[in-house]
């Protein structure tokens, strides 16, 4: 049985700007690291080089982020 406090779930790994977000169950680290480093490369490219942000996205910020997101997501 997983460690509760390894369960994640988000919205942003199976990110897909063009269609609404799945929200699951995550259970790679690496993945949804990849997933939000991805996004922001999205957010960078359509801004100036002033509007840009430069994040390092570590484990507890990355749990935040997922609780964030629900947050937002929800009706």
Known sequence: MPDPESIVFNNFVKFDPNNDPVYEESSSMTDM??????????????KSQKDRMDLLFFEYMIHHLSRTSRIIMKP
């Not at 690291?33 to 359509?46: A, P, R, T, V």
């Open 33 to 46: 690291k990849s997933s939000l480093e991805s996004i922001l490369s999205l957010y960078n490219d359509s």
